[in-house]
C-alpha cells in the first residue's frame, strides 16, 4: 500500500485520536501551558470620532479645575494646539493631557483665570482616531464666577482716582456673618488682588479679594500701597484713644472733629513751659527727656502742643492769610489732619528763642541737633524729616515731634522710614 504523505498522516493521526475521545500525548518538546491568544487590535472604522460628554458644558462655570471632555472612541492628536481655552481670542495657558485609554481628554488652566468673563473652548480637526478620521471642530462658551463671599470680619473698600495710589474714597464695615455680593472684576493693583464689587453694601469699590470671588478681610489681606499725599479726607482708622500711638494722620486721613482726648496735662508737668497741653500717657517720658536735654545743654520749650479741630481751623486759616493757601497746605495740616489733635505732637523751641520755623534750619541749633539725635530714645520721633515730604506729606518740621512711645520710636528710628511710612507697613492705616 502506497504511503500517505507526512502531513496527511498527521492530520489523520489528530482526527482519529479526537474521534476517539482521547487527549494526544504531547511530546518532551511541548509545553503543558496553554497559548495566550494575541489581543485584538482595534478595529478602525469609517466614522469620525465624536464628543460624548463635556464637563462645564455650554454656559457652564470654569474654574481652576478646568474642562473634561470624553469622546466616542480612542482618539490622538490631543495636545494644546487642538485643545484650546481661550479669552478675547487670545489663547490662554493650560496643561492639556489625554487619559491612557485614549477616551477623555482634560484641560486645566496654568494661568489665573479673569473675573467675571467668558471663555471659548475649542476642539479642533487635528484630534482624529486610530483610523484617521477628523474630530468635528468644536467650541462653546464657559463663564467664570461673578460672586464674592465674605466671611465674617471688617472689610475695606477702596475707590481710587487716577492711579491706584490716589485714594478718593473708603468705605469700611464689619459683618458678623456670612454674606455674599456680585462683582464685574477682578485685577491686580500694586501687586494686590482686587475685586470691583457692583451689588451690596460696597457696591462701586474694590475691596482685597481672590480670583475666585472670595473677599479678603482687613486682617488677611495685604497693606495696600502708601497713598499718595493727596488733600482729601478720609476718615483714619484707629481713632479710640487707646490707639493715639498708631493713628495715621496725614493729608489723606482725618481725626473726627470731636476728638479730644480727656486726660491732657499742662505741660509745666514735664518740666516745661506752661498753659500748653499735652496728654497725661507722654507726660513721664518728655519729664526724662527734658532732663537729659538740659543736662546736656540743650535747653527746650514748647511752641505749641495740643491743638483741638477748632484750634486748628485757626491755625491753618492764619497760615493762608500769611502764605496763601496752596503755600499753606504744604507746611500745616488741614483742620482734622493734624497730629497736634491727637494731644500727643508737641512743636518744640529754643527757650527765649524764636519760632523755630523762623531758623535757616532749627536742627542745626543746640536744642535741634540733640532732639533729632536722642528723641526717640525716649519715645518721640520726628514726624516730617528733611528730604521726605513726597511720604511725609508735608514740609522739613525738625521742631514737630509726635509721641508714640519707645517700643515704636526704636522701631521706627531703626527701620529709617518716615513714620507715615513705618505706620502704614505695619497696616495701622486700614485695620
Known sequence: MAKLPLALASLVLVLGSASCGSSPIPSASQSLEPTPSPTAAPTPDALAPAIVTQEPGEGGLLDASGVTVTFSEPVRGVDGASFQLTLDDGVIGALVSLDPSGRAATLVPSAILSFASSYTVTLTGLVHDLAGNRLARTSWNLATTNRVSFAPGAYTGYQFGDSPSHLAALKRSTLGSLSTATASAWQTI?????????????????????PDGTAQ?????????????????????RVGYGQWGTTVLDTVFQLPGGYAPGDLLDTSQAGLNGSFFIRAIAVQDLGAMIDAATAAGAHLAVQSAYRSYTGQVLTFNGWVSEVGYAEALK?????????????TAIDFKTVGGIAPWRYADWATSTEGAWLAANAWKFG????YPKGTSAVSCYRYEPWHYRYVGRTTAAAVHESGATLREWLWAQGYGVR
Open 190 to 210: 500694586d501687586g494686590a488682588g482686587y475685586l470691583l464689587v457692583d451689588t451690596g453694601i460696597w457696591a462701586g469699590y474694590w475691596v482685597h479679594g481672590e
Open 217 to 237: 478681610d482687613d486682617v488677611t489681606a495685604p497693606v495696600p500701597a502708601l497713598p499718595a499725599c493727596d488733600y482729601v479726607d478720609l476718615p483714619a482708622m
Open 331 to 343: 507746611t500745616s495740616a488741614r483742620p482734622g489732619h493734624s497730629e497736634h489733635q491727637l494731644g
Open 380 to 383: 518721640w520721633v520726628m514726624s
